[in-house]
């Protein structure tokens, strides 16, 4: 399996909701970052796991949680969201994290959040 | 920052026509990553470029990178109508030889190839 996954593909919430985006890897990678791309611009960095842990954390406001249960899926858990916060979210993962190895993402088809 | 700049910001080309893109980045380098970005979709890595090499072939793609003028070229030749989209340069953020643990993506060049 070469693939990350990304579920919901797309996600209309209201702004009290609580929702969470899901991402998955079976490539034994064991460094996963979530994305913001808002349109015509590049991907910005939110979060980056490494070894499962949290390592970078780009000063994302805390109705943003990220989670990592296990190597293999990374969970964003959204609550009390802005209709600014309206974006493709894209996951990736990558074999080690950049900060021992510079390498390659690998990116997932992403979820597109429309918040009202 | 080392956010990479890239020129031109749209190019529209004639399918057979090679489509050239630039990147250029302001502080050293350990290497620099292209990725293709179809419309609304994950970004796909291209290919990877070292700061000790000058050119890399993948396919119809070839990168080069000068690092005496830090930037990074990207050439698709005969280009196709299945080759539009957005094209990023990216790079290692780092201050000195250490990584900062992430990349850092250019402003993007968005190709569209007419049939």
């Known amino acids: 399996d070469t693939e990350v996954t990304q579920t919901p593909k797309h996600l209309v919430m209201g702004m009290t909701n609580k929702k969470s985006l899901k991402c998955e890897q079976h490539?034994?990678?064991?460094?996963m970052y979530w994305y913001k791309q808002k349109a015509k611009k590049p991907p910005e960095l939110m979060f980056v796991?490494?070894?499962?842990?949290?390592?970078i954390n780009e000063s994302v406001p805390s109705r943003f949680s990220p989670e990592c249960p296990n190597s293999s899926l990374l969970n964003l858990h959204l609550h009390a969201l802005q209709p600014e916060d309206s974006a493709l979210y894209l996951c990736?993962?990558?074999?080690?994290?950049?900060?021992?190895?510079?390498?390659?993402?690998?990116f997932g088809p992403g979820t597109r959040l429309t918040v009202l | 920052s080392q956010q990479g700049e890239e020129d031109p910001q749209a190019l529209s080309i004639q399918e057979g026509e090679n489509a050239t893109m630039n990147c250029s980045y302001k502080?050293?380098?350990?290497?620099l990553q292209w990725y293709r970005q179809n419309s609304g979709r994950g970004l796909v890595h291209l290919i990877l470029?070292?700061?000790?090499?000058r050119e890399k072939h993948s396919g119809r793609l070839r990168v080069t990178l000068d690092t005496s003028k830090k930037s990074s070229s990207l050439l698709i030749t005969a280009s196709r109508a299945a080759d539009t989209a957005s094209y990023f340069c990216?790079?290692?953020?780092?201050?000195?030889?250490?990584?900062?643990?992430?990349?850092?993506f250019g402003q993007g060049t968005i190709l569209t190839v007419h049939p």
């Open positions: 990216a790079m290692p953020l780092r201050a000195g030889g250490t990584s900062y643990g992430k990349l850092t």
């Open positions: 796991y490494s070894y499962e842990k949290l390592s």
């Open positions: 990736a993962s990558s074999p080690l994290p950049q900060v021992l190895v510079y390498n390659e993402q690998f």
């Open positions: 470029i070292r700061s000790n090499e």
């Open positions: 502080t050293s380098i350990n290497n």
């Open positions: 490539m034994g990678h064991r460094a």
